[in-house]
């Protein structure tokens, strides 16, 4: 056996579905990731004097649009894979700029306190990670 069939194999071998996830691993660990880094940033949302848009009464469906917006990508995620199987990422050679573009203004606006840049941030991450998840397959259909 070749080192890279015995890369490929180990690969294979961590990117599996577990038994009691309902995603792998990988996908698990880049959400959990994007989460943590965004939970200053929702309960500055919430709490935080001129930042806290949703307790003001002009943002105050924010979190509504979010959930919505979460429960939609759920369900496409879900039609996507009974309709292609697990997603493949393919070429994510768009992944890497979307990630530093959004990591460029998630940095600007936590350091200036600009809570739209902080926010506006989540888009091109997102799409980071899901392009290296999924490709541009995936990302079309979300």
Known sequence: MTTTSKAIEANAATTTQSKWLPVRADVLALFAALVALYVPTV??????GDA????????????????????????RWREFTAAHGEPNPGNTWLAWPLLAFGSALFIVGRALGIIYAEVGSFIP??????LIIGGTKLLNQL
Do not use: C, I, R, Y
């Open 43 to 48: 309960w500055n949302l919430f709490t935080d």
């Open 52 to 75: 806290a848009l949703w307790s003001k009464g002009e943002h105050s469906h924010g979190p509504f649009m979010a959930a919505v917006a979460a429960w939609l990508m759920t369900v």
């Open 125 to 130: 991450m997102l799409m980071g990670v899901v």
